[in-house]
Each structure stands twice: as C-alpha cells, then as structure tokens.
C-alpha cells in the first residue's frame, strides 16, 4: 500500500504567485519522521526539511512555509512568491522509526510533485 | 568539503555485462541506501547497509549486488540479471534514521 500520496502531479504557477503542495502519509506507528525533497533538473535531491512525529509546529525559512497536520495525516509545502529557480521536482518522504529491521531507516517516497515556475 | 560523490556521471552498458557504480561520502555516517529512478517516477529502494559488513534487500534487489567493507563506500553492481536497467541510480547516508542525503546521481544506459 502506497504510504505517502502526492496527488498533484504537476503544478504550473508564473513567478512571484504562491503554490502549495500537498502530502498524505498514511503509517502505523507514533513515532515517525517527515521529509521534504528537492529535485532540480541536474538530478541530485536536496534536502529540505525534516519534521518529527511529536513536533506539530509549523515551520517557516525564508519563502518556504510546511503546515503538519497529524489529525489528517498531512504535510503540506507552501512556497511563497515563487521564483524561476524553484522550477524542480519536490518529493515528501516518511521513515517509521520502527526498531524492527524491515522499516528502520527506510524512506517511502512519494511520486512528487513537478513545479514549474514561468516569468 | 563533506559530501557524498557518484562515478561515473554517465555509464553505458552493453547487454550481458556487469558494471558498478560508485559511491562514497565522507560524512562519517554509518548508514548508506541505494535508489533507482526511472522517468517521472519516485524513488525505489534497492539495497541499504546500516552499518559496515551488514546491508539488506530494499525493495527492488533482483538483479543488483553490494557490498558494504568500509564505511566510507557502498558500490552497487548492475548485473546481467537486471533485465531492465537503463534508469537514474541515486546513492544517499544517513546518520540513522534521519535525513538522508544523496549524491549526484549515476544515469546508466543500456546500448
């Protein structure tokens, strides 16, 4: 069963409007991690966030905003007065800190989410 | 700089022939993953190591073999039994189940 649901699969937003990305985990246990990813079109993902399962409060850096939600089991990504170079693939990722060996430390990906940013 | 590299950027396989990737980081983590990413897809795991001399099955492993003798290095061998695997191989640490971080990334092609 998919764990983490990006339904969006592409967003298209010219520079300088918002664009909100939506992520929905679904997981069994209490204590799990929530991440973030950039992936720019050389390829590489960049980290962006991490959020822990018992840390409820939302998170601002510079143009980048993340709203956790556990009642809807949602992490949401919101870029503000978006730009040029936030043109990538952003993928949410969930790891169960499990102590069994077949979850610890694994990242379930979501599909991402293609942004593109026009002038 | 601490970081993690991928050689080769760009890696072209004839059919039948075993090739390996490299990666090694210098982050001083002792877990390290190996990802596969075909166009317009997520990321799938294929092996992952927690610590030196120990690594499991992700959740693609036919056809791939690693090995884990260092810390530093996790190569991952594409071997002819891979029946399919032109696509963007991805290779991340971690310092236990935190945020991984990844390298650049390998794309390998099959002539």
């Known amino acids: 069963a998919q764990k983490v649901t990006q339904a969006q699969t592409e967003i298209s937003v010219v520079e300088k409007e918002d664009v909100t990305l939506d992520c929905v985990y679904e997981t069994r246990d209490t204590t799990y991690y929530l991440f973030w990813y950039k992936q720019p079109p050389s390829g590489e993902l960049v980290f962006l966030i991490r959020r822990n399962s018992f840390d409820e409060q939302n998170e601002i850096s510079g143009r980048y905003s993340w709203n956790f939600q556990k009642s809807t089991s949602s992490f949401n990504f919101t870029i503000t007065a978006s730009q040029v170079v936030d043109s990538a693939v952003y993928f949410c990722?969930?790891?169960?800190?499990?102590?069994?060996?077949?979850?610890?430390?694994?990242?379930?990906f979501g599909a991402g989410t293609q942004v593109v940013v026009t002038p | 700089d601490g970081g993690i590299t991928q050689s080769p950027k760009y890696l072209f396989r004839k059919e039948g022939q075993n090739v390996t990737l490299s990666c090694e980081q210098n982050?001083?983590?002792?877990?390290m993953y190996w990802y596969r990413q075909d166009p317009g897809q997520g990321l799938r795991l294929i092996y992952y190591s927690q610590i030196v001399n120990d690594f499991q099955k992700g959740d693609i492993a036919e056809g791939y073999s690693v090995s884990r003798e260092k810390k530093e290095s996790f190569p991952l061998t594409v071997t002819s039994a891979q029946k399919n695997p032109t696509a963007f191989y991805l290779c991340?640490?971690?310092?236990?189940?935190?945020?991984?971080?990844f390298g650049p990334g390998t794309r390998l092609t099959v002539l």
């Open positions: 990722a969930l790891s169960e800190a499990g102590m069994t060996t077949d979850s610890w430390g694994k990242l379930q």
């Open positions: 991340a640490s971690s310092i236990a189940q935190l945020e991984q971080f």
């Open positions: 982050l001083n983590h002792d877990a």
